[in-house]
């Protein structure tokens, strides 16, 4: 069974259904004990840092992903659920992370050519950093995954496992131990992104 975090943001029920689609069961919870009892934890997000962290971290949920990372099961965040992993976030002033991953989440405005638009919306070239990594059992080279953001994660390389190319190479998925990250939507990149679920439900804690 897969806990999808309800903490109030992220595409949770488009989780479902593709967890569905791999033939996984999974749950939309916000109830500790239900966390505790699922085999693989979902962290999801969409919307601003600040006002995900402070959720998060109002609900006792924050405690909740150290705890069942501490145990050694497989959690991965999605998109800004994977941005909350790191150290802290510049998104609109300077706000804390969870600290789980090394890093810092900065604005693509800046750092990424001119005539791009922000934010990145759409499909690109997974780069993998490391062919090897449990969730890429399924998926190959240069395959595309569906982004949508304006921050990206940097000073992880440490973590860095997959990159894309949006007029620089940005970090679009991370792992450490048992704890993995994906920037891009892995419920919203068809085919490639079932692939990768699948392959994390098939990670054993």
Known sequence: MVAIIDYGVGNLFSLHASFQAVGQPSVVTSDPAAIAAASHVILPGVGAFADAAAKLRASGLDEVVRGEIKKGKPVMGICLGMQLLFEKSYEFGE??????????????????PEGLKIPHIGWNALHLLDEANPIFRYTTHDECVYFVHSFYAAGCDDSCIATAEYGREITAAVNRDNLFGCQFHPEKSGAAGLSILRAFCEIKG
Do not use: N
């Open 95 to 112: 706000h804390a992370g969870l600290s789980l991953l090394q890093g810092a989440v900065v604005p693509m405005a800046g750092t990424i």
